[in-house]
């Protein structure tokens, strides 16, 4: 019993005031769209779930094909298909119920729909909210805002203003310095950051000549952009005095405690669902357990940005 009460403590984190009883937590977009969907996810052992990203009114998304598989990852173009957040208020009212944090991810096309959607969340149970700011595939909303840091200020003042949870705001790596960017979201007021998104790619099809996706361009996501994302992460970590949540290419333990050594407190998986199942999230945390217990650290948070020291 008291082995168990230490397993557990150590796996611990504290993210932005959401208590997570281990660091791995469900990216958005990938089984994120109904509570059915989301209790997969906690029963596979995720610490906490972030949902597909939600506006104010229903969007259809693209026409097929929206993902294409590439030699180690995938290109989506999905177009934020949602129900819109009236609609998907009571889906978060079930998730409630799981025993995990809900974070809930929210997009605009304006500062003010993000805001209207950020409350709505929250009236309906949200325990946090992630701001898109970063899909790299939807024309006036995700990355054309998160690439604009006026507009990037703005988007979280308002919803800041708006709701009482924490606000994490999820960058785009397709910038010049990402760390740059976490700097104007910090000083706007968001209470963690989530570094990344995909990056922005494509694919062509040499029998037809012609792009794969729908929409031509999507983003790409799994293995291979791992790399860019722990340097993203390591960025920002000496830049910013914010908590990071570590999202891109997570696959098994090693890739997470790679990501907490590089500064985040807690990381997102989402591609490697695809592959490996929602059980991943349990594989990983018993990996970080056997790695914290093997080297001698007494909890997750001992090992973030361990990296950094001279
Ligand atoms: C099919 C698919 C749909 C996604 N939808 C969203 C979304 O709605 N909102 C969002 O912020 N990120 C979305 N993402 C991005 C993921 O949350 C994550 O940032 C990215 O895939 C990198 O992590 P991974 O390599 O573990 O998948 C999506 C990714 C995929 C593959």
């Not at 998907?88 to 409630?96: C, L, P, Q, V």
């Not at 792009?211 to 361009?217: A, H, Q, V």
Request: charged share 20%; proline share 5%.
């Amino acid at each position: 019993m008291v082995a168990w009460r230490l397993k557990i403590n150590r796996l611990h984190v504290d993210l932005a005031g959401l208590r997570l009883a281990n660091p791995t937590v469900l990216a958005s977009g990938i089984l994120g769209l109904s509570a059915e969907s989301l209790s997969n996810i906690v029963m596979g052992g995720a610490g906490a779930v972030v949902t597909k990203s939600i506006g104010l009114k229903p969007r259809r998304g693209y026409e097929n094909p929206t993902v294409v598989q590439t030699s180690c990852g995938l290109i989506n173009a999905m177009g934020l298909p949602n129900s819109g957040i009236r609609e998907f208020a009571k889906e978060i009212r079930e998730a409630k119920s799981f025993g995990v944090p809900v974070i809930v991810s929210v997009f605009g096309f304006s500062a003010e729909e993000y805001g209207a959607v950020a409350k709505k969340a929250v009236d309906a149970g949200a325990d946090a909210m992630e701001l898109n700011v970063s899909c790299p595939h939807v024309e006036q909303t995700g990355s054309e805002i998160g690439q604009n840091p006026a507009t990037l200020a703005e988007v979280v003042r308002k919803v800041k203003a708006a709701v009482e949870k924490p606000v994490f705001v999820k960058l785009s790596p397709n910038v010049t310095s990402i760390a740059e960017i976490a700097e104007v979201a910090a000083n706007a007021g968001a209470d963690a950051i989530t570094a990344v998104n995909t990056i922005k790619a494509m694919a062509i099809d040499p029998e037809t000549a012609l792009p794969i996706l729908s929409n031509k361009t999507g983003g790409l996501s799994g293995p291979a952009i791992k790399p860019v994302a722990v340097r993203c992460v390591y960025e920002i970590y000496e830049r910013v005095k914010l908590p990071i949540i570590g999202c891109g290419g997570i696959t098994n333990w090693r890739d997470a405690v790679e990501f907490l050594l590089a500064g985040a407190r807690a990381t997102q998986i989402g591609t490697a669902i695809a592959i490996e199942g929602p059980n991943v999230f349990k594989a990983i945390t018993r990996g970080i357990s056997s790695y914290l217990r093997r080297k001698g650290f007494g909890s997750v948070e001992e090992i973030v940005g361990l990296s950094h020291r001279s």
